[in-house]
């Protein structure tokens, strides 16, 4: 019996990821990772931007390392497979497939990367590649009408001809060399329609398909080849693809779809398809098309498009499993933007012991701008401090995530500081008297809150000249070479005697309040020859 599905909790979240392309979404190491094209976007396991790699060319199926430290994504466009190292988001390889254009689909198991090809109808195809290898060296396992799903786990590889209808699935043996085709699970037996999503349990030994004409998720023996159970029935057929996914210890199937009223998303226990959590995603507005689903340790991410203006968001859906962990952030209430501000927390975990290191997410918001992301980590005993100079006046707000564990659920803390304006200074320095005709040298030196201040803010100069001629102001070339150290010079040739006064204007920062200095002197006549 399906659960009643009620609208997504006050702690689910969704984001508009600022991209219309791709949206496949994987998930590990406590971080989320999503295909937009041209990018590849990594969120937080809360949900919140951390970071982007840009500049890809058909950036569109996403696989991760079952421990989260290699990321590999088809470039279509470029045909090549790239390989990210998560913790730097350094490329670490580009793996020609020229020979096998427009790859567009991965799967990973153990050493074996397997990438769904294909630009058009009657050239696709899979090929594999062996990760042990220093230039892995793609070979071709088969031949599909259009670019496949797949799926792979343990020493089975599934493959999806997408294009097809109804669809059939191959399931291939992997641990031989070729692979060996086990058979195939006709497509026309089920009366299964077009292909909408894959995904295999961990240990390779059942398949879940889902279809747009159905409203329930198969379920298949990949050794016997025979149906064993349906998950559903899961929000109304008929309207978009719909989507599956594995849990990473294989006890839970999610699956879900974009209807005409929103989206629906239910949690199955994978032995017994008996349902466990339903969410739902109603307040739109519009029309919503899901796009692809991951699992982030209890919870969920689903990436869906507006239908109406084609944006892809990410939805993330905690599900209740895990205990909960406990973060705490302690910041300044307020200071100036010449500050270094100390904060600190403490991670606990459900239990209360001592977490050990732990690497933390930062993000600062200034008056809620986009963020900077810092790095922090835990001491043993989960107390952190980290001191930051924002160099800036307004809200700033410091975002700090823990992204779980296998037996904790992540956490969260926010703490925010208003900073206003530093006072600054300058002081100037100069001859006492001068000669009219010779060179005048000065200097002096910016400050903010009593430090000195470099900065890339020009500085202005006045001169005022009061002889028996009258008062006379003029404008001299500004300073625009302020050194790290805060210090300036200029000169200055007076072509008369006089009163001489020299004005020094900055006008401040994002950090600073605008200040003035002035200089006097007298300036002699030059001695008769």
């Given at each position: ?31 989320a ?13 809360n ?6 790699i840009?500049?890809l060319?058909g950036a ?7 421990d ?9 466009d ?20 020229a ?13 074996w ?5 294909g630009?058009?109808?009657?050239d696709?195809?899979?090929v ?5 290898e220093?230039t892995?060296?793609?070979?071709q396992v088969?031949?599909t009408?259009a ?10 590889l599934v ?14 043996d ?13 497509g026309?037996?089920y ?9 295999i349990?961990?240990d ?16 298949w023996?990949t ?11 899961g ?7 719909p989507?599956v996914?594995?849990s990473?210890?294989?006890?839970h ?6 209807t005409r ?11 017994t398809?008996?349902p ?6 109603t ?14 340790g ?6 869906w498009r ?22 705490t952030?302690t910041?300044p209430?307020?200071g ?9 927390g403490?991670?606990?975990?459900p ?8 690497p933390?997410?930062?993000?600062r918001h200034?008056d809620?701008?986009?963020?900077t ?12 401090t980290f ?9 700033i707000?410091y975002d700090?995530v823990?992204?779980?564990s296998p ?11 208003t900073?206003?304006?530093?006072e600054?200074?300058?002081t100037?320095?100069?001859?006492a ?15 903010q809150?009593g430090q ?5 803010t020009?500085l202005?100069?006045?001169r005022?000249?009061t002889?028996?001629k ?5 404008a ?24 001489y ?8 920062d994002?950090?600073?309040l605008p200040?003035?200095a ?12």
């Amino acid at each position: 019996m399906a659960l009643p599905a009620p609208a997504a909790s006050a702690a689910d979240i969704t984001t508009d990821l600022g991209i219309t392309s791709g949206g496949d979404v994987v998930a590990g190491g406590g971080k989320a990772y999503i295909a937009g094209d041209d990018r590849i976007l990594v969120v937080n396991a809360n949900g919140t931007r951390n970071a982007a790699i840009t500049g890809l060319l058909g950036a569109l199926s996403l696989a991760i390392t079952p421990d989260g430290t290699r990321l590999y994504t088809a470039l279509r466009d470029q045909n090549e497979v790239m390989e990210l190292d998560t913790a730097t988001l350094d490329t670490t390889r580009l793996i020609s497939l020229a020979e096998y254009p427009c790859p567009t689909n991965v799967a990973l198991s153990g050493r074996w990367l397997w990438v769904g090809y294909g630009c058009d109808q009657w050239d696709g195809g899979v090929v594999r590649l062996d990760l042990l290898e220093q230039t892995p060296r793609p070979t071709q396992v088969a031949a599909t009408y259009a670019s496949p799903k797949l799926a792979a786990a343990g020493n089975t590889l599934v493959v999806g001809d997408s294009g097809l209808s109804p669809a059939s699935l191959r399931v291939y043996d992997v641990s031989t060399t070729p692979a060996t085709l086990r058979g195939i699970i006709d497509g026309h037996d089920y009366d299964t329609g077009f292909l909408g999503d894959l995904a295999i349990t961990p240990d390779g030994s059942t398949i879940i398909a889902a279809f747009p004409d159905s409203d329930e998720y198969f379920a298949w023996d990949t050794t016997s080849l025979q149906k064993v159970r349906a998950y559903g029935p899961g929000p109304a057929s008929g309207y978009y693809l719909p989507v599956v996914a594995v849990s990473p210890d294989g006890t839970h199937v999610a699956g879900g779809r974009g209807t005409r009223s929103g989206l629906g998303v239910t949690l199955y226990e994978s032995a017994t398809a008996a349902p466990v959590h339903t969410g739902t995603l109603t307040d739109h507005g519009g029309l919503m098309d899901l796009r692809s689903l991951t699992f982030s340790g209890d919870d969920l991410f689903a990436v869906w498009r507006d239908v109406d203006s084609d944006q892809l968001h990410l939805w993330r859906l905690e599900t209740g499993t895990l205990p909960e962990s406990t973060l705490t952030l302690t910041a300044p209430s307020t200071g100036t933007g010449a500050d270094i501000l100390t904060l600190t927390g403490r991670l606990t975990l459900p239990d209360g012991s001592a977490p050990g290191e732990q690497p933390l997410s930062v993000t600062r918001h200034v008056d809620d701008s986009a963020g900077t992301t810092l790095g922090v980590t835990t001491a043993e005993d989960g107390t952190f401090t980290f001191k930051d100079r924002p160099r800036r006046a307004g809200v700033i707000r410091y975002d700090v995530v823990w992204n779980g564990s296998p037996t904790a659920h992540w956490s969260a803390a926010s703490a925010t500081v208003t900073l206003v304006k530093a006072e600054s200074s300058i002081t100037l320095s100069g001859p006492a008297t001068g000669v009219a005709g010779t060179q005048l040298t000065f200097s002096g030196v910016l400050s903010q809150g009593g430090q000195p201040l470099g900065s890339t803010t020009p500085l202005r100069i006045l001169r005022e000249v009061t002889n028996s001629k009258g008062t006379v102001v003029t404008a001299l070339p500004s300073v625009s070479r302020i050194t790290p150290d805060g210090r300036f010079r200029f000169m200055d040739t007076p072509a008369e005697a006089g009163e001489y006064s020299y004005r020094v204007e900055w006008d401040g920062d994002r950090a600073s309040l605008p200040t003035t200095a002035t200089f006097n002197l007298t300036v002699e006549e030059a001695p008769q020859e």
